[in-house]
C-alpha cells in the first residue's frame, strides 16, 4: 500500500512502513512542508496514497472526504512520544492487514481504531 506521512509525524516512522512492504512517502521528504491542507489532501488524491497525520483538521470527513481516497489515518498521541506513536502505527499496520483503509477515516488512539463511514 502507498502511504504519505504529514509533516506533524517523526518521519522515523516511515521506517515501520518500509519494514511492512509498503511504499511511503514524507511531506517533509518532499519538501512540502508548510503545504497548505488542502494541497496535501489533493497530492494524496493524485498520487493515489493514504495519508496518515495528527492533524485534527483530517478527521472532519466533511472538509476532507476520505470517500475518493485511498484512506485518510489520524493518529491521536497527545504525549508526542516517539515510542506512542511507533506503537499507534504497529497497531494501524495489523488492522490494514485484515481490513480495507480505502475511502475510510481511521482515527486511531491507545484503547481502539474508529472507522468512518463504519464497516
Request: charged share 25%; net charge negative.
Amino acid at each position: 500500500m502507498k502511504f504519505k506521512l504529514d509533516e506533524c509525524l517523526d518521519v522515523r516512522l516511515s521506517t515501520l512502513f518500509y519494514e511492512a512492504g509498503h511504499d511511503v512517502h514524507t511531506v517533509y521528504q518532499e519538501k512540502l512542508s508548510g503545504a497548505p491542507d488542502e494541497h496535501i489532501y489533493s497530492l494524496c488524491l493524485h498520487e493515489k496514497r493514504a495519508l496518515v497525520t495528527q492533524d485534527m483538521d483530517f478527521s472532519n470527513p466533511f472538509r476532507f472526504s476520505p470517500l475518493p481516497s485511498q484512506g485518510i489515518i489520524v493518529l491521536r498521541n497527545p504525549s508526542q512520544l516517539l515510542s506512542e506513536a511507533e506503537y499507534l502505527v504497529r497497531m494501524l499496520i495489523l488492522k490494514i492487514s485484515v481490513e480495507s483503509l480505502q475511502g475510510h477515516l481511521w482515527v486511531v488512539d491507545h484503547q481502539r481504531i474508529r472507522i468512518w463511514p463504519s464497516t
